[in-house]
């Protein structure tokens, strides 16, 4: 057990819909990361944040958002889904100044 | 590009056997190093890591990694595999400077009985 928390494990929605997906990172660690993997694609980077903050973007599309709140926890918001954005979706966290992630268990999203 | 390299998509080898799990990287400055392990359904639990020091690093299972800069290779090693060791293994990288991990495309390793 890595300490991430992810919920929740399983999603099963419609094209078009919105979800949330939400994570609380290890205690005491204030950057939380979210991750796609999906067959095609693999495994990827999508955003970073630290301590609420934005501080890195890697290919999240327009209609995925996120933050983090006051207590560290964070969500991340997919909208008009696509058949497509079905995947396996990560959280990790990981200390101030530490280059180690630790992951979450995922959320597994099917878009019908 | 800047990418890490997995060559092996799928391994099998029979239990007791040896291991060896292959990763490359290409990057300018020699980036972070990690391993990670995804069982069936599960998420990404941290085998091992390589930031600097000595070149051959033990983690956990009884896994150990050894980083040659000349071939920019992080080979991933196990003497002895047990049937439990079959998952799909991810190498990956924080390049220098960035803050984001980059995944190989991952191995799966398959145990023979």
């Known amino acids: 057990d890595s300490g991430v928390t992810q919920t929740p494990k399983h999603l099963i929605t419609a094209t078009g819909q919105r979800v949330t997906l939400r994570c609380s990172p290890r205690s005491g660690d204030l950057s939380v990361y979210w991750y796609q993997q999906s067959l095609d694609q693999g495994l990827q980077f999508l955003i970073h944040y630290y301590n609420g903050e934005e501080r890195a973007k890697g290919n999240i599309l327009e209609r995925f958002s996120a933050q983090q709140f006051p207590d560290l926890h964070s969500e991340l918001n997919l909208s008009s889904l696509e058949l497509g954005d079905s995947a396996l979706y990560f959280c990790a966290s990981s200390d101030t100044g530490s280059e180690t992630q630790y992951f979450g268990p995922g959320t597994r999203l099917l878009v019908l | 590009a800047q990418s890490v390299t997995q060559p092996d998509i799928h391994i099998t080898v029979s239990e007791g056997a040896s291991l060896e799990l292959r990763c490359n990287y290409s990057y300018g400055a020699t980036p972070y190093l990690f391993w990670y392990v995804q069982s069936p359904g599960q998420g990404l639990q941290l085998l091992l890591k390589?930031?600097?020091?000595?070149?051959l690093v033990q983690g956990i299972k009884g896994f150990e990694a050894e980083f040659k800069r000349s071939q920019s290779s992080f080979n991933l090693r196990k003497p002895s595999v047990h049937w439990s060791d079959a998952a799909e293994y991810f190498c990956a990288v924080v390049p220098r400077g960035a803050q984001k991990l980059v995944f190989g495309q991952g191995t799966r390793l398959t145990i023979n009985p």
């Open positions: 390589y930031f600097s020091g000595d070149t």
